[in-house]
């Protein structure tokens, strides 16, 4: 029977620890790297709804891209949400495994993953010379306005209540596309060096994006945090199962597709078109 330890070893491969910024927080969060694991879960939040999916479906190990405690914790007690949420996982003997900031600039990893729903093509780093850096740019099949654009990012992207909004001229061509998934509004200037006519991310803040479409010149495109990353969660399971299986380890691996972001309602004016 295979172990976490076997699982972990794959996706340490595939998300080297060493490319995680240094505030992140990777990696075994709980479990027995010498417990037996057959049933592997990918989600992107480690979250209540999460948790109760991968119990039900008789997981052993849930991996998420985002952490836990992104912040640090000096308890788990189950006083807390998340520590009850550890409490849950350890009692149902399921391990938690975070694969974060490594995992966006993983080749491939989650802006690659984002990149292909869009459609893009010619996929390269958005930075040229680094083998693992944060962002892509890619080409359209055919150059459309940014008004278009917009509207099948939406469509490409798994829905959520805060849809996709854009900065820029509607009628502006777009023929080549810059990529963050997550938030990547500082990725503005990059985007505008490699020759793109849009920065792609999402948690873009006001003041950043009024001065980034003042001083580069690219459009930008506002889409939910999680909408940009799970993309790569399908992904990221069909790869570990394609990695055990080469060493003769056999897993099953199930992606999630439970909408975990935030933002539950959004609004218009009446007066809004």
Same mark, same amino acid.
């Given at each position: 029977m295979?172990?976490?330890a076997?699982?972990?070893?794959?996706?340490?491969r595939r998300?080297d620890?060493?490319?995680a910024?240094?505030?992140?927080?990777?990696?075994?969060i709980?479990?027995?790297?010498?417990?037996s694991?057959?049933?592997?879960?990918v989600?992107?939040d480690?979250?209540?709804v999460?948790?109760?999916?991968?119990? @039900?479906?008789? !997981? #052993?190990?849930?991996?998420?891209?985002?952490? +836990?405690?992104?912040?640090?914790?000096?308890?788990? /007690? $189950?006083t807390?949400p998340?520590?009850?949420?550890?409490?849950?996982?350890?009692?149902?003997g399921?391990?938690?495994?975070v694969?974060?900031?490594?995992?966006?600039?993983?080749?491939?990893?989650?802006n690659d993953?984002l990149?292909?729903?869009?459609?893009?093509s010619?996929?390269?780093?958005?930075?040229?010379g680094?083998?693992?850096?944060?962002?892509r740019?890619?080409d359209?099949?055919?150059?459309i306005s940014?008004?278009?654009?917009?509207?099948?990012?939406a469509?490409?992207l798994?829905?959520t209540?805060?849809g996709?909004?854009s900065?820029?001229?509607?009628?502006r061509?777009?023929?080549?596309?810059?990529?963050?998934?997550?938030s990547?509004?500082e990725? @503005?200037e990059? !985007? #505008?060096?490699?020759?793109a006519?849009?920065? +792609?991310?999402s948690?873009?803040k006001?003041?950043? /994006? $009024?001065?980034?479409?003042?001083d580069y010149?690219?459009?930008?495109?506002?889409?939910?945090?999680?909408?940009?990353?799970?993309?790569?969660?399908?992904r990221a399971?069909?790869?570990l199962v394609?990695?055990?299986?080469a060493?003769g380890?056999?897993?099953?691996?199930t992606?999630?597709?439970i909408?975990?972001?935030?933002w539950t309602?959004?609004?218009?004016?009446?007066?809004?078109?």
């Amino acid at each position: 029977m295979p172990r976490v330890a076997d699982v972990v070893a794959a996706l340490e491969r595939r998300y080297d620890p060493a490319w995680a910024q240094e505030w992140d927080s990777i990696g075994l969060i709980c479990g027995d790297p010498d417990s037996s694991v057959s049933h592997v879960h990918v989600a992107v939040d480690p979250v209540e709804v999460v948790v109760d999916e991968a119990i @039900a479906l008789g !997981a #052993q190990l849930l991996v998420t891209h985002h952490p +836990l405690f992104l912040g640090g914790t000096e308890s788990v /007690a $189950a006083t807390t949400p998340k520590g009850r949420l550890v409490h849950r996982l350890v009692t149902a003997g399921v391990g938690l495994y975070v694969a974060h900031t490594n995992a966006d600039v993983a080749d491939p990893g989650v802006n690659d993953a984002l990149a292909k729903t869009l459609g893009l093509s010619g996929v390269r780093p958005l930075e040229p010379g680094t083998a693992h850096g944060l962002g892509r740019v890619g080409d359209l099949a055919e150059p459309i306005s940014l008004r278009e654009f917009v509207a099948a990012a939406a469509a490409a992207l798994p829905s959520t209540s805060w849809g996709v909004r854009s900065g820029g001229d509607p009628a502006r061509r777009i023929a080549t596309v810059a990529v963050c998934g997550g938030s990547g509004g500082e990725l @503005a200037e990059l !985007a #505008q060096a490699a020759g793109a006519d849009v920065l +792609l991310t999402s948690d873009l803040k006001h003041h950043r /994006a $009024a001065e980034a479409l003042a001083d580069y010149g690219v459009a930008l495109v506002d889409a939910a945090h999680w909408a940009t990353e799970q993309p790569w969660v399908a992904r990221a399971a069909a790869l570990l199962v394609e990695d055990l299986s080469a060493e003769g380890i056999t897993v099953e691996a199930t992606s999630s597709s439970i909408v975990t972001d935030p933002w539950t309602l959004h609004a218009h004016s009446s007066e809004e078109s």
